[in-house]
């Protein structure tokens, strides 16, 4: 009995030490990130900044499985960014709906024989038409279905040009994003990749790729994440990409030097979690063979993105991003704590293993060892109580804060009925939408080799047009 | 207990974080009508005097609220506002004395973003005739291309080129020049295309220039060319031979040949692309993809023969340049 005493407060004590590192960790990367924020607007406000759209020539890639209610809109707004050099590539992965038709009919495009060489191989292309809209080149694929990771390297085998752009179908550019995500490259040489900010879109009305009006949107679960989605892009991305250590460039929106890609091998077939693999596979290519490299992140380069609305949806997504995760971490193992990986296989990868993705472990063993302690007659309940309250309210109020950041970069207005929605929000967030999602991720490796390729449906709407 | 301390200390940190975000939110708030009201005062100063109401400025006193960066950002607000609806030009004349001073103020200045600020307040303010009536200002804004902050550089030399006069901007680049390779060729042929004065004069001193420049700054004085329509096939179909000329620099003399066409240039690449001269394999690929926008039997020829090399590359750009010639072919027939 005294064994299991020690052992199970030695449990319970690691569990509270991990929880005060990890708001350690986010209380840091909040802080680190609204300076950063901040320093950012005041480089606006003194017009020091680049206004530059052009020069730089950019291939958009846009894959698209199933999307024939978004992927006309998402296309137009597309063709109106305030660029000049780009082209836009619809990649059809094989769609069973009308997809492919919607795309030839709104824009009018052709059937064209074009002669691909396929750097990275793809599963088999069928047709290629293009046209032109707004002045924009059109190129649409259409090949056999192989996935998102698949049909991104069928873009990039097409693409004309030496930087591109990977973008979901639902998902749409603000339109001064281009002209803000190419900031790094011409300040550095070494950049090979940058990343935008993804926002969620569902209470927001644009107008040509502006924020006319933002809401928070009427359903609950998108607002929450919101809060969520706010603390990690203003936050620990930043933070992360101070020592160029992030380990991810979100899929929705992130530039890409299309050789140093190739050269990698391109996205990896059959994952979930392709744009954090890509991240990682460029950090390890470019540490091995000895290349000066750095990937930045661009906060006020926003991408605006659909949430799903309803818990089953939100559920089938935070499980593949789970498994995407679980499949980095494994794949990239081999890179912890090695010296020629620095930062990125040191610090990066320690925080992505013990506070991304063994976090749910943790914290279901964590609660699980309580419950437990306080069965047996061991715990203070008083000071358990105390803590778990005080954790929460940390949480909350490391979310507020990032949501001021929000208002403050988005040069909102700031209405005091909505900073109180959103503290109530932030309550519910932390206080119940975590631990469901905690679950989740729990829960999302199980059966993992029945159901490695299965990417799971999510309910698709149009954003909100003025 | 040492655990509650450390959780007071943190709920304590998040807390001061939440009021400095409160306070913060809310100082920009009163800034931002601050500033509103300083930009509707300065509005009506700039009318006023316009409009011969009132003709009285004290620069002194102005020339000291603008040192501020605030208020400065007003000053250029308003006035950026009133130029788009009328000629201030006499009330820029009337105030030029006050830009002397706060030439000699931000030229001192150790804040980066205060003097990247300054610059592009001259560059869209002072026309080229007022900028030689304020002492110094070429040099505050030579000094700046040496500056670490790269927004000051680019804002310097955006001056430069907008107030200055062709020896400004040919001296400017010979800084940039020295400074070396801390120099990116979009952001200045950006710059150079903001030259306000005689295009084509620029460009022949550019071209005199070039073989003194580094590789970046040869790159965008191509890229200007090539913006401009200028005509200097000759000068540039010589660099394509000369062997001191790097590979990036001939790439991009490609690319200008690309958007202006040379039937000399057109004769060089047939001749070098069927007799195997060039070496360099990505100056070949381009050789190819330029050759693609010239109309003739000999290049279709050469095209339709490269599509079978062995190189991956010249194979994709040959192919490329042939869809791209039947494209264009499409679209003349419609």
Known sequence: METVKIILNLIEGFFIFYLMIYSLILATSVIVGTLSVYDNMHKKKLKNVFEVDKGIKISIIVPAYNEEITIADTVETLSKLEYHDYEIIVVNDGSKDNTLNKMIETYNLKEVEKFVLNKIQTKPIKKVYEGKYNDVDIILLDKENGGKADALNAGINIANNQWFISIDADSVLQSDALKKVIAPILEDDDVIASGGAIMIGNGVTLKNGRVENYDMPKNILASMQIVEYNRTFLASRILFDKVNANLIVSGAFGLFNKDIVIAAGGYAPNTRGEDMELVMKLHTFCRVNKIKYRIRYVSDAICWTQAPEKLKDLMVQRRRWHIGLYECMNNYKSIFLKPEHGIVGSLSYFYFLFYEFLSPYIEVLGVMVTVLMYIIGLININFMIAFYLFYTIMGVMISIATYCTTVYMNELEFNFTKFLKTVVLCFFEVGFLRFVLTWVRFTALFGYNKNKYFWGKVQRKHMKKA | ?334
């Open chain 2, 1 to 334: 207990m040492l655990i509650n301390n450390f959780i007071y200390f943190y709920i304590g940190i998040c807390a001061l974080l939440i009021v400095f975000e409160l306070v913060w939110v809310q100082y920009i708030k009163l800034y931002n009508t601050r500033k509103k009201m300083l930009k509707i005062k300065f509005k009506e100063q700039i009318i006023d005097f316009e409009k011969g109401i009132n003709r009285e400025i004290n620069i002194q006193k102005l020339s000291k609220k603008l040192r501020n960066e605030n208020n400065l950002v007003a000053f250029q607000s308003a006035y950026e506002d009133v130029i788009k609806r009328r000629n201030c030009s006499d009330y820029m004349k009337k105030i030029l004395p006050a830009f002397i001073y706060l030439n000699g103020y931000y030229a001192n200045r150790k804040n980066n973003m205060e003097k990247a600020y300054f610059a592009y307040v001259v560059g869209k303010d002072i026309t080229p005739e007022n900028a030689e009536q304020i002492d110094g200002l070429m040099e505050t804004l030579y000094s700046f291309l040496n500056n670490k902050s790269i927004n000051c550089r680019v804002n310097a030399l955006s001056a430069i080129c907008s107030v200055g006069k062709v020896n400004n901007v040919i001296r400017a680049l010979q800084i940039i020049n020295n400074n070396g390779s801390n120099a990116n060729s979009i952001l200045i042929a950006n710059c150079l295309e903001k030259f306000s004065g005689n295009m084509h004069i620029l460009s022949v001193k550019l071209i005199n220039l070039f073989d003194k420049c580094i590789e970046n700054v040869q790159i965008a004085i191509i890229k200007f060319l090539a913006t401009i329509a200028s005509d200097f096939d000759k000068e540039l179909i010589e660099k394509l031979d000369d062997e001191y000329v790097s590979v990036d620099v001939k790439c991009e003399i490609m690319r200008y040949f690309q958007v202006n066409k040379s039937e000399n240039m057109k004769e060089w690449l047939i001749s070098e692309l069927e007799n195997e001269h060039i070496k360099a394999n990505d100056l070949i690929v381009k050789a190819i993809g330029t050759l693609g926008y010239y109309e003739d039997a000999r290049a279709d020829a050469l095209l339709e023969k490269l599509q079978y090399s062995e190189d991956e590359m010249i194979l994709e750009t040959a192919h490329r340049s042939i869809e791209k010639k039947q494209k264009q072919k499409k679209l003349i027939s419609i």
